[in-house]
């Protein structure tokens, strides 16, 4: 085989070699960005409760309010920010539904207020934000965390617990 003939055939290797890699290339970021959305961002929100003797007739009430990030982009809480409200219900309530946005609010936070350099949620990262309230002996709670993640979504998470 002469000298130029190989070389022919070497340039028509790399350049199909070229061409399938942009081919491959463009298919992994449309499946990247437009199939799986990896820049979309993925928040879950948890809120759970504990409680210990703190005296007698009193508990302290402990509120854990856990976002996590199980997306692949870090995501910053919106304008109205990571608001837990704690609201009381009645023990005298009668059978039937309770409106639980109806009862009166006992304690309203905007976590954001602890962070003044800000609250990123990094991706893969699940948190742990931990309110404490000393709190009545036998009361009951409905407990509402609200993490806001900007262009007008939001998600909430709400728990109900009695200290006993």
Same mark, same amino acid.
């Given at each position: 085989?002469? =000298?130029? #003939?190989?070389?022919? /055939? +070497?340039?028509?290797?790399?350049? @199909?070699?070229? !061409? =399938?890699? =942009?081919?491959?290339?463009?298919? /992994? +970021?449309?499946?990247?960005? @437009?199939?799986? &959305?990896?820049?979309? $961002?993925?928040?879950?929100?948890?809120?759970?409760?504990?409680?210990?003797?703190? $005296? &007698?007739?009193?508990?302290? =009430?402990?509120?854990?309010? #856990? %976002?996590?990030?199980?997306? #692949?982009? $870090?995501?910053?809480?919106?304008?109205?920010?990571?608001? !837990? *409200?704690?609201?009381? *219900? +009645? %023990?005298?309530?009668g059978p039937g539904v309770l409106d639980l946005e109806k009862m009166p609010e006992v304690y309203k936070v905007n976590l954001m207020e602890r962070f003044p350099k800000g609250y990123e949620l990094e991706p893969g990262?699940?948190?742990?934000?931990?309110?404490?309230?000393? !709190?009545?002996?036998? $009361?009951?709670? +409905? *407990? #509402?965390?609200?993490?806001?993640?900007?262009?007008?979504?939001?998600?909430?998470?709400? !728990?109900?617990?009695?200290?006993?």
């Open positions: 085989m002469d =000298l130029q #003939k190989a070389r022919d /055939w +070497a340039d028509l290797l790399l350049k @199909s070699i070229s !061409v =399938l890699a =942009l081919i491959l290339g463009g298919g /992994w +970021a449309y499946y990247q960005f @437009s199939i799986t &959305d990896t820049t979309a $961002s993925n928040i879950q929100l948890f809120v759970s409760t504990e409680y210990q003797p703190y $005296s &007698d007739d009193s508990r302290l =009430l402990l509120i854990h309010v #856990k %976002p996590e990030n199980i997306g #692949k982009v $870090s995501v910053e809480p919106g304008k109205d920010g990571f608001v !837990v *409200i704690v609201r009381s *219900i +009645a %023990p005298n309530a990262v699940k948190y742990d934000e931990v309110l404490a309230l000393v !709190v009545p002996k036998g $009361s009951m709670y +409905a *407990i #509402k965390a609200t993490l806001d993640l900007g262009d007008d979504t939001e998600m909430d998470h709400t !728990v109900v617990a009695r200290t006993e």
